[in-house]
Each structure stands twice: as C-alpha cells, then as structure tokens.
C-alpha cells in the first residue's frame, strides 16, 4: 500500500461508471490546465503537459475537454480563477504519513474538504515539512508483464532506470524524479508502456497490522480521493498480515 496513488487505481479499472469518470475528467482537466500555464499551452515543449494530455486521451476524455483545459490554462475561454497546485501534510490512523496532492482554484474549498476527510477518520494535518522527509518523489513507468522478456533489462537500465520490479501483471520500471520523461521516452523505443507517472514513495515506512487501523487507512484515502480538489494520496503505510 506504500505510495497508494490516485492514478495507480484508475490506470487499471474497466467500464468506470458515468459519475465516477465525471470527476476522472475533471481532475485531468483541472491538471491539465495547472501545466498548460506552466507551458503556456505549448503541448509540444512540456513532457509533463503532452503525458496528462495522453493519459486523459486514454481515460477517454473528450477532445474538446482537453482544448478548453489547455486553454484556461493560458487564461482563454475566460473560464474559473487561478488555478494552484498544493501539498498538504498529514497523518492518518495507526500515525502513517500521508502527503495529499491538490490543484485547485479555490483554496479555501480544497482545505476545507481535506481537513473534514482528515477528522472524520481520526486523522489530522501536519506542519510544513513534517511528513515530506519521510517520503521520496521517483518516477514510475509500467509495462505489460506480457511484453517484458529478459533481453530488454540491461537495455532499460542503460536507458536510466533505478529499478525494475515485478508486481502481478505489470512490470515497474523506477527512475528518477526528474528523469521520469527521458527514460519514459527511450523505453518506448524498446517496449510498449501501459502508463507513466511521479509518486511518493514512503522511505520510512510505517507498518499496519491491525485490520481495523487497515479499513480506516482505505476509507480515509478513499474519501480524500473522492474530494473536487484532491489529484492523488500518497502513504507510508505497510501493510503486514
């Protein structure tokens, strides 16, 4: 459960229903938007643009949708207010470490709704700095287990991976935070990917054992996930039989 992510859960579902891909769609848009002004709408001269861009074009969302968040991201369209990115510190029963990543444009809405999921299942918000030093930020890229063969390992290191992991069906491929985007690019060369990603990922990690501490891990993230604001929950939280 180490580094659970928003888009971790999404990249795999099937048939998301109406309501939920509503607000699938709203996310991308609202981060979309956040790189466009980064950007200044250029898709081509920002990685991180072009990849929201392709994974939202996977999750189905409309062309139209893309365009318009492109463009308020530029302040065309004359659509919402200033959007902002936040990160907010926290801890979580059984004290796990969360870091809860937000793009907003407004505030005061975005704050209000994590520190309401936070209480209602005993958790609470953490200064500044409190949590983030036990949490690394790396880059994530994943491969169909059934493409993977032996040969393409050295390729990929040499490519600048980290780390190659097995995990079920997928292969993990690490890097680093910064160089998500490079390797991303010459893994393609060598194999198809299935998604790619930045995720923090728990350095000290808190192990759970209890299963009520467990259940109430799930709810609060499920319910910070569910929150307008909120684009992906991150926690050191192992989980140990």
């Not at 980290?162 to 194999?191: C, M, P, Q, S, W």
């Not at 259940?215 to 926690?235: A, G, N, R, S």
Request: charged share 30%; net charge negative; hydrophobic share 40%.
């Amino acid at each position: 459960m180490s580094g659970h992510s928003k888009w971790a859960s999404i990249k795999h579902s099937k048939g998301i229903a109406d309501a939920k891909r509503g607000k699938v769609f709203s996310k991308y848009a609202v981060a979309i938007s956040l790189a466009s002004k980064e950007a200044n709408g250029d898709v081509n001269m920002s990685p991180k643009l072009r990849l929201l861009v392709e994974k939202a074009k996977q999750a189905g969302m409309p062309k139209d949708n893309i365009e318009r968040a492109i463009k308020r991201g530029i302040g065309e369209g004359g659509e919402g207010g200033i959007i902002e990115e936040m990160y907010f510190e926290a801890y979580g029963p059984g004290g796990v470490a969360l870091i809860i990543h937000c793009i907003t444009d407004n505030k005061n809405r975005a704050v209000a709704d994590v520190k309401y999921a936070l209480s209602r299942f005993e958790g609470k918000m953490a200064g500044e700095g409190s949590v983030k030093w036990m949490f690394k930020e790396v880059g994530k890229i994943i491969v169909d287990k059934s493409k993977w063969n032996d040969d393409l390992e050295m390729k990929v290191i040499e490519a600048g991976a980290r780390d190659i992991k097995l995990l079920d069906d997928v292969i993990e491929i690490e890097t680093g935070n910064n160089d998500l985007h490079t390797v991303k690019a010459e893994v393609e060369k060598l194999v198809e990917i299935t998604d790619a990603y930045l995720e923090w990922v728990g350095t000290q990690e808190v192990d759970v054992s209890e299963q009520n501490t467990k259940d109430k891990i799930d709810k609060l993230i499920e319910t910070l996930d569910d929150c307008q604001d909120v684009e992906e929950v991150f926690t050191n939280a192992n989980y140990i039989d």
